[in-house]
Each structure stands twice: as C-alpha cells, then as structure tokens.
C-alpha cells in the first residue's frame, strides 16, 4: 500500500509559498514571528477526547479516562503476544538457533560500544590519492568530518550506499548539529569537502539549528556546495531525495533559500512532524489542530514518509490529532500503523496487515480498536504520556522496566526486535541505539521491503542476535534505500 518514495527533482521546490487555505474560518491567521534564535519543537497538541474533524476550541469536554482499560489492559483481544513467546501470523522468514545475549550483558563482546560522549574521534583517512578526511581543530579536540563517500556525490550510487554510510558515521562519530554548525560558522579554514560533509552527514539529525547554515549554503557559488545544501536540506526535514545531478541554478537556489526562511519560522512554533501532519491534511483540506505556519504541498503518502523520518515516540500526541482530524482512509491506516510502532501496539491483525490482503472490515475493526486506546491512554488533563504507555505495554509482554526508554530497558528492546511485530522494529532500532548500539535507519511503512528486513538482520547480528534464515533470496545489487528510486 506505501511503495517506495520516488526521487525529487529540484524543479519542484518552486517559490514554496502557501496558496489560501480552505478551511481558515476561525483560525487565527498566520503570523510574522521574529528570529528568537529558539525553536519550540515539543509543543502538545490541545486537542482531547474529539471526534474526527471537530476542531479543539468546540469540542465536548474531557472524559478524563486515566486507566489504561476498565480491567487493566488495553483492548486488543487476540493480538496480544508476550515477547518471549513465538509470534502467530508474522510474515517474517523462517529463523532458528538465536544466540543469547546473556541478562548482564547489552551487546556482544565482540562489537565495541560506540561513543555517545560528543562524537569526537581523532580519525584521518586517504581514498586512493585523494585524501578525503578532515580534521578540524577545535577547543574541545580534533574533530574529523571523515567522509570517502562524497566522492561518489551526487548520484544514484551515493543515494543507494553512499549516503546510508555518511549519515551512519555522523550520528555514531561526529558530534551533534550545535558543534557541526559552530564548525561551519567558525573555522574560517573550513574546506569544501568538510562543508558537504556537514551539509550530507548534518541531515540525519533533523535538528532545525542547522536551517541557518543550508540557508548560507545554498547561495554559495559553488556548484558542489549548493548541490549538497540542497541534497541536504531536504533530507533534513524528511523531504523526498532531490536529483541535483545537473546543478542548482541561481533561480532554484533563490527558492530554496525562501523556502528555508519560511520552515525556520513555522518550526518556531511548531515541530516538523505537525508541519508534515498539516501537510497531510490540507490534501483534504484540513488542518492540524492550532496549526500557524508553513508547510509544503506534498502528497498525503509523501507527508506520511516525511513524518516517518523525523518521528520519535515523543509525537504520539500530535500523530493521535491528525489521525482523529482525517477522513483519507490512506492517510488513517498509514497514521495507524506509525502510531502502532511507537506504542508497541497491534490493531489490525498481522495476516491483515496493508500489503496483506486486507479486508476493509479488518481494517475498520483496527481503527476502532486504535480509537478504544486512545480513551484508555488519556491520563489527568486528557494528555498522553507515550512513556506510560510503554510501560503498560512492556508489562504486559511480561518485561518489567522502571523506565521504558531507559539503560534498564535496552534487553527488553532487543527482543522487541527479535521477535516484534515489524512495525516495531524501527523504535527498537532508535532505541538500540542510546542503549550503545549502532545508528540503523528501519521502516513502518516499508517494513516488507527486503532492505528493511536487511538491516533488521544487520543489527540483530550486531547484538549477537543473529538469525537463521533458511531458503532467502538474495540479489547481488544492493536494494536503495528509502527515498530512492
């Protein structure tokens, strides 16, 4: 039902700006914020205990439901499994002889724990004659900026492999976006291959700090800068992959340039998953509750992709709003099945999963099981605590953690991967991933696609999880990754 997301041509970013909206009838227009240096990206969501399309200053009041269900659980009957139990109906492979990771230890010895101290590592690399790597000198250490990759950039080899490995490397080495664009500011002896490094690497980190520095980018005469600031920006921010193979002319660089002066502001106000939720939803023209600002015009399932990228299960609130605001069965199911990863939750049966075969009543039924939760997850003030939820949801899996999301629940995590519904599999990555491990990019949407299940495999080996996989197709060439074509 979610194909893959197709590359971008640089032709459309366009002038970006925002056509009358048809729905703006006692909404609050949209204002000129001035530049406050700080970003408001966690705001909640004021919609509570609403039907679909109700918009929050007329709706009925709250029921203030605290428990999690009148009997303690949460109403999904039969899709509940424990994780150390076999999984019925999980489309995945054939897999036997797990190897164990014992209860006192995280990962396997064999794999060194990667630094979440900064990233700083003193590292200095040559590809054939040229030498790629770089060291920047800085008053904390010797940061390297080690990226062999970018002599593959741009192009479709870099979009399938080499953009997977920069990305990786700057989230596991490099040290976060605040010390990457104190870098671009303030190393006047920053060379070109260190700011596409930081232009291309920076992405991952979806931190809209760095907006600034693709908006000096971009207007920069080299081709091979706005190129990368272009390619760059929009990875920030969960776009689609643009193809910048055959420039940025001054036109297309003036465009973007506006364009990013107009998601900093929005991103004042709002976080990039409701500036991709709004998105969504003014395909049916809609809005996302106590929304004010810029948005692109994408597609529902291109928005969709787009908050896949920049979630993290601190949005549950705001992807609870917008599926309660839509009335696009698309747009719903793919709502559900990303709320369904960050809670560890199941709603549709899995041998009814889209993709599956899905009948429309299955998915009916899954929807109004979603709905029943949400009731259930509302605590005091009608607000959702998605570490509550966790919490709940490991316990009845038989785990019990004090923290869902901390040091004591990183075993537990590993068998969320091991042996979860594959719509979990991406938080257990993220997750994994402050608990030491390595930085894996997994899919909810695509979570059939062989790559997914690749690197599925690839971190599950890691932990000394590995599987068995019997009678496996494989294809030499490596399958591109999301947003690729």
Not at 102 to 109: A, I, N, P
Not at 207 to 229: C, F, G, K, N, T
Not at 278 to 289: T, V
Request: net charge neutral; proline share 7%; hydrophobic share 35%.
């Amino acid at each position: 039902m979610f194909s893959q997301r197709t590359a971008a041509s640089v032709e459309r970013i366009g002038d970006g700006c925002d056509g009358p909206d048809a729905n703006v009838t006692g909404q609050q227009p949209v204002e000129s914020l001035q530049d406050t240096g700080g970003w408001n990206l966690h705001r909640q969501v004021g919609m509570c205990h609403l039907g679909r399309g109700v918009d929050p200053r007329v709706g009925p009041s709250c029921s203030h439901h605290g428990n999690l269900d009148p009997a303690g659980q949460p109403a999904q009957g039969s899709l509940e499994l424990s994780l150390d139990s076999a999984i019925r109906r999980l489309p995945l492979p054939t897999v036997k002889s797990f190897s164990e990771v014992g209860d006192g230890q995280l990962y396997s010895s064999s794999h060194p724990e990667y630094p979440r101290t900064g990233g700083i590592r003193i590292e200095v690399a040559a590809v054939g004659s040229v030498m790629i790597g770089l060291v920047v000198q800085l008053a904390l250490g010797s940061v390297t900026l080690f990226s062999p990759e970018l002599a593959r950039f741009p192009g479709s080899y870099f979009d399938s492999n080499g953009r997977t490995s920069v990305q990786r490397r700057a989230m596991e080495q490099w040290p976060g976006a605040s010390k990457l664009a104190d870098i671009w500011w303030n190393d006047p002896d920053l060379a070109k291959p260190g700011r596409m490094a930081i232009l291309i690497g920076g992405a991952v980190t979806h931190d809209a700090d760095l907006i600034p520095v693709y908006r000096d980018a971009i207007e920069r005469p080299s081709q091979a800068i706005r190129q990368a600031a272009m390619y760059g920006y929009l990875d920030l921010i969960g776009d689609q992959l643009p193809n910048v193979q055959t420039g940025v002319s001054d036109e297309m660089a003036r465009n973007t340039a506006r364009e990013m002066n107009r998601m900093r502001i929005s991103l004042q106000r709002n976080s990039l998953v409701e500036v991709w939720l709004h998105a969504m939803l003014r395909n049916e023209d809609k809005r996302f509750p106590g929304f004010r600002g810029y948005s692109p015009r994408r597609s529902a399932t291109d928005c969709l992709f787009a908050v896949e990228r920049v979630m993290s299960p601190d949005d549950l609130q705001s992807l609870i709003a917008a599926f309660q605001v839509s009335d696009n069965q698309i747009s719903r199911i793919g709502l559900m099945r990303l709320i369904e990863a960050v809670t560890l939750s199941r709603f549709v049966d899995a041998s009814s999963q889209p993709g599956s075969g899905s009948s429309p009543r299955s998915l009916e039924l899954g929807m109004n099981r979603l709905e029943e939760a949400i009731e259930n997850w509302r605590g005091p003030g009608c607000a959702i605590d998605v570490d509550r939820v966790l919490k709940s949801r490991m316990a009845q899996m038989g785990a019990k953690v004090r923290d869902p999301r901390g040091d004591d629940a990183c075993l537990v995590w590993q068998r969320v991967l091991r042996v979860g519904d594959p719509a979990w599999w991406p938080t257990a990555a993220r997750q994994l991933y402050t608990c030491g491990g390595p930085w894996i990019e997994l899919s909810v949407l695509q979570a059939d696609a062989q790559w997914n299940k690749d690197r599925r495999d690839e971190l599950l080996n890691w932990f000394g999880l590995i599987p068995k996989v019997a009678n496996r197709s494989r294809t030499p060439k490596e399958s591109p990754a999301p947003g690729v074509q």
